[in-house]
């Protein structure tokens, strides 16, 4: 294997670039090193003024979704590994609009999210429905929360989509209980 591997960012900066260019850069190529790793050893080591978003490091808050490749992903749960020999082309989620490098904006996001009602409103005279009526969907679900960043051609898709099965895993998980807050 390699000893590193090439990783072309997108790089943008408001005020100053008229569009997004493309920026390589050599990084270590470690088995157990995300994109997001590789993306913090560039800002550590080689160019400070890259700027990305990651919070969790442990794919669950979504914060570090990029797109690797033309596929989105979380950048914190992808490897440098499965894409040697390289290069990777890391470039923000799309259709959203873009504050600067791989930092996209996300407030008509955070706008649309209380929108999201993932909760069953049921008939109170209606019987509850018994454990296991509602399906075992369960690795699935947690699968595509996972990858809630994999729905980031739709703003209104990410929303409803990643919001609505984060619910359907609450109901699943306590059926009959769940009639909304
Ligand atoms: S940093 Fe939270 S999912 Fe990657």
């Not at 008939?123 to 399906?135: C, H, M, S």
Request: proline share 8%; with cysteine; hydrophobic share 35%.
């Amino acid at each position: 294997m390699a000893d590193e591997i090439t990783l072309e960012v997108a790089r943008y900066r408001p005020g100053v670039d008229a569009e997004p260019v493309m920026q390589q850069y050599q990084v270590p190529l470690r088995e157990h090193w995300a994109i997001l790793d590789g993306l913090t050893y560039i800002k550590d080591q080689l160019d400070g003024t890259l700027s990305f978003r990651w919070s969790c490091r442990m794919g669950i808050c979504g914060s570090c979704g990029m797109t690797v490749n033309g596929e989105p992903q979380l950048s914190c749960a992808t490897f440098l590994t499965d894409y040697a020999p390289g290069p990777i082309r890391v470039e923000p989620l799309r259709n959203f609009p873009v504050i600067r490098d791989l930092v996209v904006d996300i407030d008509d996001f955070m706008t649309k999210l209380p929108t999201v009602k993932p909760w069953v409103i049921r008939d109170v005279d209606e019987p509850e429905p018994r454990a296991g009526q509602l399906g075992e969907p369960d690795g699935f679900v947690e699968a595509c929360i996972g990858r809630g960043a994999s729905i980031d051609g739709n703003q209104d898709a990410l929303v409803h989509g990643h919001g609505g099965l984060l619910g359907w895993q609450r109901l699943d998980s306590a059926p009959g209980r769940d009639a909304g807050p």
